[in-house]
């Protein structure tokens, strides 16, 4: 199916309903992004009660890979279900996702369920994205898109500075159980606001809702509680005369073979049975069916699977030592693989998973290249910074390291609502070039830094201009995606730009270590061996640290010289893509769209 040409937006505010739908699809997002970040403190927490020693540091990696993989793997397709069922059902979906990958995480019992809590999670925070960016569009014109978008950009980034503060907060009165118990209740009690009357959907046509499925509700209920007890033990009860039978498995030594494990499983047969012939279920099945046969699940799959090996691929390598995972020689493969299979699909299906002609104006592609670009160059601050700090001023505190980073993290909201404002008087594209401009020019900078450079304060300039300029560039190139793709496609289109920025963060942190380690290796390599130095003598043995910490400085000089001409090439290309005529404003309407509007 062809992607519908987008229609004229009314030029009114929003009704108020559909602002507060706006703010709390906002929050969400700011959660779900914190939770990126939350587990920076909690780590160590997490890695123990999975039975890991703070060595294993390695094999701990599937607790932060697992919720990115989550997080970008199932983008698309979530963005699709956006398009055919609506915002808000999709919005609400993730929410729940969230909650209950939180309540898994919160219970887990080891690496595994660790892993699959925070995939869940992933899962549920991801899919927010799309139908959020999409809900902007629907709800907005245009040429007024601007600042609400930046206000969504905003609330995204700010979770990166709240992330690993809210968990220092937790941590400070609980244990990292907390973080995630909290979690799921804020995720509930959002998902409860969106279902107050008067949030109707901008998209799809508002449905009589009727009593609600209190049986439904309650066997969901008494499921999760069922299996909450079955993750945990809790002490008091195994240890019971009579409540420590239901903790004992029927046969083997498995903990989801025990008695409450089995009556978990029935109710959740029970719930599922309800659903299915409930008048007004918890869960509204109809229309699913014809939503399956315009989604191309299959496709979906391939494009799954590619980016999930992409990110393994990435995601699971020492950034400071390697570029790539040990496993690269089989998930390399395997993505080029499912990319065929996607290829294939896209060419044969007969409603592929994104429409065809969805990306037909050359400013639309252009702001998935833009965002890749903007990825690549914006992942060497978020690790070299501290890296360069825990180098050279703050060898003692990680956390003084990290706290550098927060002068950077700090200018990315504020920039990105400043973005949208000026987007109001200025091109998209000259604001884009000029934002990353500015960054490329930090960037520039930083590859001048000696070892006593962060000691200075005058060094914030740099971490804020930077920081401005990667904030600057959120909401003009989300704008012009949403101006120059259909309304019918905005949930996918929004999707594919989260994921064109994650990826360009994955190959831009593997291109820019590499080079990184070069020039690290061609600086070392006229170090005489620590021994010939240290040999009882500790002025010899500080002049061979320090050698060492200069090796590491031409490395990280290498990265930000890198990472400067990501971001050059990402102005440039904005300036040569993204300055395109808008769409014709007398275009035919998609139908989905025009049923979006109480007027049209």
Do not use: K
């Amino acid at each position: 199916m062809d992607a519908q040409p987008i229609q004229p937006q009314p030029t009114s505010s929003p009704p108020r309903s559909s602002q507060i739908l706006l703010g709390l699809a906002a929050v969400a997002i700011a959660f779900a992004a914190a939770d990126t970040y939350v587990v920076v403190l909690a780590l160590p927490d997490m890695m123990t009660a999975a039975g890991l020693g703070v060595d294993e540091l390695q094999r701990a990696a599937p607790i932060v890979s697992g919720f990115l993989l989550g997080y970008v793997g199932v983008l698309p397709l979530i963005g699709r279900i956006s398009d055919l069922r609506g915002r808000v059902p999709v919005l609400l979906g993730s929410l729940v996702v969230f909650a209950v990958g939180s309540l898994v995480t919160a219970a887990a019992y080891d690496l595994d369920s660790v892993v699959i809590g925070r995939l869940i999670q992933g899962i549920g925070g991801g899919g927010l994205i799309p139908p959020t960016l999409a809900l902007v569009a629907d709800l907005w014109p245009p040429q007024r898109r601007g600042l609400p978008l930046g206000i969504v950009g905003a609330v995204q980034e700010l979770g990166s500075v709240l992330g690993p503060l809210y968990g220092a907060v937790v941590l400070s009165f609980g244990s990292w159980r907390d973080i995630f118990w909290i979690n799921c209740a804020v995720g509930l009690v959002l998902a409860a606001a969106m279902l107050a009357p008067g949030r109707a959907d901008p998209v799809a046509p508002t449905t009589p809702r009727g009593r609600f499925d209190w049986p439904g509700a309650a066997l969901a209920i008494a499921a999760l509680v069922a299996l909450t007890l079955v993750m945990l033990e809790p002490a008091r009860l195994t240890s019971g005369v009579t409540s420590g039978l239901a903790f004992l498995p029927v046969t083997g030594e498995s903990r989801w073979l025990t008695p409450l494990a089995l009556t978990m499983f029935g109710l959740l047969v029970l719930f599922a049975l309800r659903q299915r012939l409930a008048r007004r279920p918890l869960l509204q099945w109809r229309g699913w069916g014809e939503i399956a046969r315009e989604t191309d699940l299959l496709g979906a799959a391939f494009l799954t699977t590619a980016l999930g090996a992409v990110i393994v691929t990435f995601a699971s390598a020492e950034p400071e030592t390697a570029a790539i995972s040990p496993d690269a020689a089989w998930l390399l493969p395997l993505a080029a693989a499912a990319l065929l299979g996607f290829w294939w699909r896209q060419r044969s299906a007969r409603e592929p998973l994104i429409p065809r002609g969805a990306f037909r104006s050359r400013a639309a592609w252009g702001a998935l290249v833009v965002s890749f670009f903007v990825g690549a160059s914006l992942i060497a601050a978020l690790v070299d910074i501290p890296f360069f700090a825990r180098l050279t001023v703050y060898r003692d505190s990680q956390l003084d390291a990290a706290l550098v980073l927060v002068r950077f993290l700090i200018a990315l909201p504020i920039g990105a609502v400043l973005g949208g404002y000026l987007l109001r008087r200025v091109s998209a594209a000259w604001l884009t070039a000029g934002a990353m401009t500015m960054s490329a020019v930090a960037f520039a900078h930083m590859a001048t830094w000696d070892a006593q450079s962060l000691a200075s304060e005058v060094e914030t300039i740099s971490l804020v201009l930077a920081g401005l300029g990667f904030g600057l560039a959120i909401a003009p190139v989300n704008a012009v995606l949403l101006e120059h793709t259909a309304d019918a496609v905005h949930g996918v289109a929004s999707a594919l730009l989260i994921v064109a920025r994650m990826v360009g963060m994955l190959l831009g942190i593997s291109a820019l270590t590499t080079i990184g380690l070069r020039a690290f290796y061609a600086a070392s390599a006229d170090i005489p061996p620590a021994a010939q130095l240290c040999d009882g003598q500790a002025a010899l043995c500080q002049a061979y640290r320090d050698a060492v910490r200069d090796a590491g400085i031409t490395q990280l000089h290498a990265v930000f010289i890198g990472a400067a001409l990501c971001a050059a090439i990402a102005a440039v290309l904005a300036l040569l893509l993204l300055r395109t005529p808008s769409p014709s404003p007398s275009r035919s309407p998609s139908p989905r769209a025009v049923d979006s509007q109480p007027n049209a």
